[in-house]
């Protein structure tokens, strides 16, 4: 970014951090309130809307971190770079669960999984020269596809696609579209990425099974899936992913819109008349992806491309409430926690995807019954939360928001000692 940050635009990636953040660590899986929850398949939940937000996000921060479009060598190698490093954090993320190391048990493996984590973050998130960042990402993606697909058994079902593996895919092709193109050619490209993708899901006969459906494992996107990432996708799914190959296309999407917003708030325009346009730009959205979503449902797991309408207009007008608010207003009372997670927003997703899983790892005696050890996340959740609420539920996310303070303490240290970590 530019020394000119967009202040509300960090607090709406922070607000979209915490959100993802108190989503994805529920005390317990089965006592989720259902607005925390995504929806089953058709439809959507609060929830469904926090991924495509930061992806909005993304999205309109890069006319700011490239105000002059140039492009050149140097720029295609850094936006190259930074792709690399996303999906490598997110690869890597797939693969701490399959670690084996070789028969250590114990502390050891403990030990040996964070050195390697720290010493993967190091490499990804350090300051290196653009040459050094640039073989440390090539040389751990082809370490771990190798890992992935030459037949090493611990490893033959480790998952690919991922939501960090997703950022960096939209980064690169939506910063690409930025620099070569103008703004009608990237509202063509909108466009044909959302009629294609709605016409390849639902015209296109799906080889092996029969007409086009949007039923899960059996449409278009899941044979995909099932031809290039066969044994790697999703744990919960097996027979498709929901961040997989055909499904990127209208991320992508996603992505240039959130692009196209960002190029609203860099014009020269008088601050509240590009409030009333970016207002008008997200009801708009609202109402074509509700009125697609007769043809073509608002779905998450598909990503259909009146999802990609319907949250691209939500995002685009919370932006516009909060630019209004914080940035024309100038109302910045109660914003510096969101302001906090907004400026560390990778680090937090990569380590709060660790910590639940070392957690996890680490065994405690169990309480009632001896020679039994509980991982310390469902020692403290069961034995220390539980027993202080009737509804279970209610102790799900209070464990949920205990995790958030506790990543909260941590990014006030960084914030106060000035530590921003970029990828």
Known sequence: MTKERLTSL??????TVIMMTIVNNPGSWVAIYPPLEHAEWNGWTPTDLIFPSFIFIMGTAIPFAMPNKKFNSTVFNKIMVRS?????LGLFLNFFNDLEFFGWVGMP???GRLAITFAVAYALLGKFSLKIKTVLAI???AILLFLAYFGISDYQEVRIPGVLQRIGLVYFFSSILYLKSNIRTQILVVTTLLVGYWALMTLVPVPGIGAANLEKGTNLAAYIDNLFLNNHMWSRSKTWDPEGILITLPAIASGIIGMLVGQLLNHRWPKIEIVKKMMLIGFSLL??????DILFPINKLLWSSSFVLFTSGFASLSLSFLYYVIDILHYKKGTKL?????LNPIIV???SGIIPRVLTMTKVEHPVFPGKPLGFQSYFYNYGIVPLFENPKDASLTYAVIYTAFWSIILW???KNKLFFKV
């Open 10 to 15: 960090d607090v709406f990636r922070g607000l």
């Open 84 to 88: 690399l490093r996303l999906f490598c």
């Open 109 to 111: 493996l403990l030990i």
């Open 139 to 141: 040389t751990l993606l």
């Open 287 to 292: 109402i074509l992806g509700l009125l697609w």
């Open 338 to 342: 969101f302001l906090i997670w907004g």
């Open 349 to 351: 997703f990569f380590f």
């Open 413 to 415: 240290v960084f914030y």
